[in-house]
C-alpha cells in the first residue's frame, strides 16, 4: 500500500509565499510523474504544475513565473514552492503520484488535500 502526506499550507497574505510538500511512502516499485492540483468552492478542479521522473515540468498559465515545482527523488516527495500569492489561488491543493507499486499494478493516488488561503 502506498500513501501521500501533504502538508504547508496555510494562510498568508497577497503577495505572500507558500511551500507545500508532499511524500509518498510504503510499496513504491517507480514513480513517473508527480504534481499539484487545485479545487476552488464552486470550481472543477485544475492542473496547477507536474513534473517527470525526467524533471520535464509543466505549469498552468495562472501560475507560470510565480510557483515552482520540485521533486526530490530519493524521498519521493515533490514540493511546489508558491510567490506572489493572489487571492484568487485560494483552494484546497492535492498532490497527485503515477507509477507501479512492488506489484507492478498501476499508481495513480491523490493526497488528502491542504487549504490555501490567500486574504488581507
Known amino acids: 500500500q502506498v500513501q501521500l502526506v501533504e502538508s504547508g499550507g496555510g494562510l498568508v497574505q497577497p503577495g505572500g509565499s507558500l511551500r507545500l510538500s508532499c511524500a509518498a511512502s510504503?510499496?513504491?516499485?517507480?514513480?513517473?510523474?508527480m504534481g499539484w492540483y487545485r479545487q476552488a468552492p464552486g470550481k472543477q478542479r485544475e492542473m496547477v504544475a507536474t513534473?517527470?521522473?525526467?524533471?520535464?515540468?509543466n505549469y498552468a498559465d495562472s501560475v507560470k513565473g510565480r510557483f515552482t515545482i520540485s521533486r526530490d527523488i530519493a524521498k519521493n516527495t515533490v514540493f511546489l514552492q508558491m510567490n506572489s500569492l493572489k487571492p484568487e489561488d485560494t483552494a484546497v491543493y492535492y498532490c497527485?503520484?503515477?507509477?507501479?507499486?512492488?506489484?507492478?499494478?498501476?499508481?495513480?493516488?491523490w493526497g488528502q488535500g491542504t487549504q490555501v488561503t490567500v486574504s488581507s
Open positions: 510504503g510499496s513504491i516499485f517507480t514513480i513517473s510523474g
Open positions: 513534473i517527470t521522473t525526467g524533471g520535464k515540468s
Open positions: 497527485n503520484v503515477v507509477g507501479r507499486d512492488k506489484s507492478y499494478s498501476a499508481l495513480n493516488l
